[in-house]
Nanobody, 121 residues
Framework: VQLQASGGGLVQAGGSLRLSCAAS????????MGWFRQAPGKEREFVAS???????FHADSVKGRFTISRDNAKKTVYLQMNSLKPEDTAVYYC????????????????WGQGTLVTVSS
């Protein structure tokens, strides 16, 4: 499966963005999907994941502010980000996996190219 992330940009603290990740190739609905992010000088970290059956999980750092969702008909996964903070600044990656641990990047088989989110204070 090929993944294409979009929707990043520059936003002020407190603002909102919605990231999209469009998939092509094999059956999208069979895959569990996730969002990770990597800030400059830091390791890649888990943000959110949604299973093929639409069970959603969010990192504690974004819980209550970010929401992951998916539209299987459009082969797209979304990350709605509200109440953004400067510490949310990072390159955001979408990824897909079949089996494994939702918060472990090593479980993910396919990765998109990343989209940059910059939150100004």
């Amino acid at each position: 499966v090929q993944l294409q992330a979009s929707g990043g940009g520059l936003v002020q603290a407190g603002g909102s963005l919605r990231l999209s990740c469009a998939a092509s190739g094999r059956t999208f609905s069979n895959y569990n999907m996730g969002w990770f992010r990597q800030a400059p000088g830091k390791e890649r970290e888990f943000v959110a994941s949604i299973s093929w059956s639409a069970n959603a999980f969010h990192a504690d750092s974004v819980k209550g502010r970010f929401t992951i969702s998916r539209d299987n008909a459009k082969k797209t996964v979304y990350l709605q980000m509200n109440s953004l903070k400067p510490e949310d600044t990072a390159v955001y990656y979408c990824a897909a996996y079949v089996s494994g641990t939702y918060y472990d990047a090593r479980s993910y088989n396919y990765w998109g190219q990343g989209t940059l989110v910059t939150v100004s204070s």
